[in-house]
T-cell receptor, first 113, second 112 residues
Framework: GDSVTQMEGPVTLSEEAFLTINCTYTATGYPSLFWYVQYPGEGLQLLLKATKADDKGSNKGFEATYRKETTSFHLEKGSVQVSDSAVYFCALIKTGTASKLTFGTGTRLQVTL | KAGVTQTPRYLIKTRGQQVTLSCSPISGHRSVSWYQQTPGQGLQFLFEYFSETQRNKGNFPGRFSGRQFSNSRSEMNVSTLELGDSALYLC???????????FGSGTRLTVV
């Protein structure tokens, strides 16, 4: 079945450091890929998405590129802020089924001053 | 544009009871999905409704059920609650075309 694998956390960085959170997926066909962020006590917010190979999703300084050859969708940000501290989830949805998101286990990011 | 609204935000129930959670999707969204989030199992898909029909179902026991009304609002019901049902229940709405989901803030259910 479909699956998403994320790097284990927590990831602890100093403010202004470079962030990479790795995400790889297993799926048949051509899934759409997403990054969601969850702040403490809240639901999930869509951070960015990509729907086909080589697409780059970007939002609020975060970027991720859909790499079909390596089945990856790594999240990056050039300079993190304390306010970026949250849990980040990589997810996929299969084109055609359009009804079920498959999530990774989440990666907690802690940014310190 | 109003977001996805889930009620109540917090709920405490006793083992054996049943509970109903409510979700109002974004206006115009016809798809509503439900997810259970726990520290041990992460985010798990419960079911999805589209235009009042269950379109997909996850691997949960029959104690978990749902429905969708003609105005796209959805409810999920859990009967005979167990301690392991304690979780954050998240509702998400979309157009149903695979373009991503907007999540509500969730209902935190505690079973004691």
């Amino acid at each position: 079945g479909d699956s998403v694998t994320q790097m284990e956390g927590p990831v602890t960085l100093s403010e202004e450091a470079f962030l990479t959170i790795n995400c790889t997926y297993t799926a048949t066909g051509y899934p759409s890929l997403f990054w969601y962020v969850q702040y403490p006590g809240e639901g999930l917010q869509l951070l960015l998405k990509a729907t086909k190979a080589d697409d780059k999703g970007s939002n609020k300084g975060f970027e991720a590129t859909y790499r079909k050859e390596t089945t990856s969708f790594h999240l990056e940000k050039g300079s993190v802020q304390v306010s970026d501290s949250a849990v980040y989830f990589c997810a996929l949805i299969k084109t055609g089924t359009a009804s079920k998101l498959t999530f990774g286990t989440g990666t907690r990011l802690q940014v310190t001053l | 544009k109003a977001g996805v609204t889930q009620t109540p935000r917090y709920l405490i129930k006793t083992r054996g009871q049943q509970v109903t959670l409510s979700c109002s999707p974004i206006s115009g969204h016809r798809s509503v999905s439900w997810y259970q989030q726990t520290p041990g199992q992460g985010l798990q898909f419960l079911f999805e409704y589209f235009s009042e029909t269950q379109r997909n179902k996850g691997n949960f026991p029959g104690r978990f059920s749902g429905r969708q009304f003609s105005n796209s609002r959805s409810e999920m019901n859990v009967s005979t609650l167990e301690l392991g049902d304690s979780a954050l229940y998240l509702c998400a709405s979309s157009t149903g075309q695979g373009d991503g989901y907007t999540f509500g803030s969730g209902t935190r259910l505690t079973v004691v």
